[in-house]
């Protein structure tokens, strides 16, 4: 059965850090292209990283750039996202998902999570 779950989330200050991860199964990991995903509440999901098989090339959000940093483990089919310096604008539900291209864009994956709550607040 394919699957992505998420956990890492939870609550945390403002200017603190949260490890997201990601563990996939049911499909080739090593295939694909991860990507995090956040939708905050009321608002549209966004793209905020992505990374591609084989290379290892990184996007990233202009939002999150030089705050958060994506990697991957290809041996335990798990992705993460190391977010550090949090804002209370980073509050959303954070969503890992698998595709076949590098983009930030949502219609390119089709594999998802069930998410992940962030929230940022003092």
């Known amino acids: 059965q394919v699957a992505l779950v998420e956990s890492g989330g939870g609550l945390v200050q403002p200017g603190g850090s949260l490890r997201l991860s990601c563990v996939a199964s049911?499909?080739?990991?090593?295939?694909?292209?991860l990507a995090w995903f956040r939708q905050a509440p009321g608002k549209e999901r966004e793209g905020v990283s992505c990374?591609?098989?084989?290379?290892?090339?990184?996007y990233y959000a202009d939002s999150v750039k030089g705050r958060f940093t994506i990697s991957r483990d290809n041996a335990k089919n798990t992705v993460y996202l190391q977010m550090n310096n949090l804002e209370p604008e980073d509050t959303a539900v954070y969503y890992c998902a698998a595709g076949l291209h590098a983009s930030l864009m949502s219609s390119q994956f089709n594999i998802w999570g069930q998410g992940t709550e962030v929230t940022v607040s003092s």
């Open positions: 049911g499909f080739r990991f090593g295939y694909f292209t």
């Open positions: 990374i591609m098989t084989g290379t290892g090339i990184t």
